[in-house]
């Protein structure tokens, strides 16, 4: 048995949790699992997984290893699979991370399609709004409102997403519309962000001359994007969100109020990244292009 298919063995051992749901997940007897894995670390010369009755985890030294295998077997297949016009369909998992509103509202709705095309694809998928490191949290792909400049990471823009600040009717009637940037200093503004991160309290928009900057008072800072919308709802300030976003929401009966539309925010990048030293896998290409083709395609994008 070659290298490359124990390796395969052994990510699926972890991944199933157990021998018997890895040797049933590829079709081979159990104790052929087992000898396959014995046989990889008698070479290694290190034990790759601690063994109970019920369930196998990895060692400090197999979680190593286990990085390394993935884009050993990554690489590999992506290989064999450049000039194979006959090659099958993608299968595996795929680990995804991007903000929840991006999930929720975009891609959980549509995912069936997707699915449909690669139904031997697992995809595993967090919806979170902190910031995620695709190396050290093992994460094939993070999709964020960012451009980075990491010489570990790749960051592929995918476009660019067009901003509306808002308010809730009921705040705009406490406090007055405002009509230019300078009336923003008898405003509020929701705070959003990570707790003791600098500007959080910042509006920006683009005025004749470039950039406008100002920091407003705040009464309440979020760090995720459905408790910055439901703090802008119930009147507690002005925020900042995808005009998609905004459109979206109306349509639900939560409508906000677009304010000060003569200096919009400018756009966010939206980017693919993922670690450089992982080639893009045929799961990893596949799901990229879907995504991009789903958010153009639903309007996410600035035109």
């Known amino acids: 048995m070659d290298r490359i298919r124990q390796y395969e063995i ?3 051992i972890v991944e199933s949790g157990n021998f018997t749901r890895a040797a049933e997940a590829l079709g081979l007897p159990r104790s052929t699992v ?20 019920r369930q196998v985890r990895p060692t400090p030294q197999g979680e190593q290893f286990l990085e390394v295998a993935r ?5 590999m297949r992506s290989a064999e699979s450049l000039f194979d016009s006959r090659s099958g369909p993608v299968s595996g998992r795929l680990r995804v991370n991007m903000t ?16 449909a095309r690669h139904p031997d694809l697992e995809l595993e998928l967090g919806a979170s709004d902190r910031l995620i490191d695709p190396v050290q949290d093992g994460v094939d792909l993070v999709v964020r409102a ?36 300078d009336d923003l200093s008898r ?7 990570p707790w003791g991160a600098p500007d959080t309290h910042v509006w920006e928009g683009l005025g004749p001359e470039g950039l406008i900057r100002r920091t407003l008072k705040s009464r309440v800072t979020v760090d995720n994007t459905e408790a910055y919308w439901t703090a802008a ?17 109306a349509e639900a009966g939560q409508a906000l109020v677009e304010v000060l539309a003569d200096f919009p925010p400018p756009d966010l990048p939206l980017s693919f990244v993922y670690p ?23 309007g996410f994008l600035a035109s």
């Open 10 to 12: 052994f990510i699926q």
């Open 34 to 53: 087992s000898t396959v894995l014995r046989a990889l670390e008698d070479r290694l010369g290190e034990q790759l997984l601690h063994r109970t009755t």
């Open 71 to 75: 884009e050993l077997a990554d690489s």
């Open 100 to 115: 929840s509103q991006l999930a929720t509202r975009i891609v959980l709705p549509n995912l069936a399609s997707f699915q």
């Open 146 to 181: 960012a451009e980075l400049a990491d010489s570990e990471l790749i960051c592929r823009k995918i476009g660019a997403i067009a901003m509306a600040s808002c308010a809730s009717r009921s705040y705009l009637d406490t406090h007055g519309v405002p009509e230019n940037p």
């Open 187 to 193: 405003h509020f503004i929701v705070g959003y962000g």
């Open 233 to 249: 709802r119930h009147g507690r300030g002005i925020v900042q969100i995808p005009r998609y976003h905004l459109a979206d929401r």
């Open 276 to 298: 450089r030293r992982r080639t893009a896998s045929p799961r990893l290409t596949v799901f990229m292009d879907w995504l991009s083709d789903l958010v153009r395609a639903e």
